[in-house]
């Protein structure tokens, strides 16, 4: 409903996005989706995987799951994974094995999809909980932060230099940490100018979306301050990634 009331709006109507969406596993209703418009984007499949988690007492617990997308932009086959990992709530220590229960998650089904389909570009994207250099996204997602030192099965990650510069996409206490990235593949960088590659990317942070005074000053400007609606737009920036080909004269 959400999603629906946002294409709805008057600023987006006339784009016509389409919505990808499954109920996740999450308890609380707190699902996934993809926004596409279909001048860009053919979706062929989509489905929402389980990612089973255990926690330090051995009991099963219940995440949002992984939404797997394969579709064709122009004629390339693209797989979208989209996260929304197990957050710290409880202890960074705490919660660690299950942002890396996630990620090996992620890093399998990659794994599958590339050896069926070597030329695919994918990407892993969403709100890891984890910044750039966790483990969870270099050692077993193996997300590099320099494109020269990308391998077989490795994923690039351009957010990485946002990291080390200070950047963030939320922040607590004071501290901003850049949870939300998007890994490429090394087929996503491409070898012809008749193929989208990566171009460029950002954190999208424009004045609207910045909190102006109180508690939260210089913040993303939430939704919510506590109860209060604040009127905002999330307490996360997004990020993007810009696809282009070069077009030949």
């Given at each position: 409903?959400?999603l629906q009331?946002l294409v709805?709006t008057?600023?987006l109507k ?10 996740s596993?999450?308890?609380?209703g ?8 279909e001048?860009y984007?053919t979706p062929l499949?989509a489905q ?8 330090a ?7 949002r799951?992984?939404?797997v997308?394969k ?8 797989y979208i994974?989209v ?8 202890g960074e220590?705490?919660?660690r094995?299950l942002?890396i229960?996630?990620?090996?998650k992620n890093?399998?089904?990659a794994?599958s999809?590339?050896a069926?389909?070597?030329d695919?570009n994918?990407?892993i994207?969403?709100?890891?909980n984890?910044?750039p250099d966790a483990?969870?996204?270099t050692k077993?997602?193996?997300a ?8 077989s099965?490795s ?11 200070g950047?963030?996409t939320t ?7 850049l949870?939300d990235?998007?890994l490429l ?17 950002k ?9 102006e ?5 210089n913040y993303p400007r939430r939704t919510?301050?506590g109860?209060v609606?604040?009127?905002g737009?999330?307490?996360h920036?997004p990020?993007?990634v ?5 077009v030949?004269k």
């Open positions: 409903r959400v009331d709805n008057p600023n006339e784009r016509n996005y389409q919505i990808l969406h499954f109920n596993f999450d308890p609380r707190i699902d996934l989706a993809i926004l596409y418009q001048k984007f499949e929402m995987i389980e990612i089973p988690l255990t926690d007492d051995g009991k099963s617990r219940k995440t799951g992984l939404l997308a579709g064709k932009i122009e004629n390339q086959t693209a994974l996260n929304h990992w197990p957050s710290k709530r409880g220590l705490a919660t094995p942002r229960q996630a990620s090996k890093k399998e089904i794994d999809l590339q069926l389909h070597p695919a994918i990407f994207m969403g709100d890891l984890d910044n483990k969870s996204v077993y997602l193996l590099e932060k320099d494109v020269k030192s990308l391998k099965g994923f690039y990650n351009p957010f990485y230099k946002n990291y080390l510069l950047e963030g922040a607590h206490d004071d501290s901003w940490s949870f990235q998007i593949s090394k087929n996503c960088l491409g070898k012809s100018n008749e193929q989208y590659k990566y171009l460029k990317h954190i999208f942070h424009e004045e609207f979306m910045i909190q005074d109180g508690h939260y000053k919510f301050s109860d609606y604040n009127y737009y999330s307490d920036f990020v993007v810009y696809l282009a080909k070069m030949k």
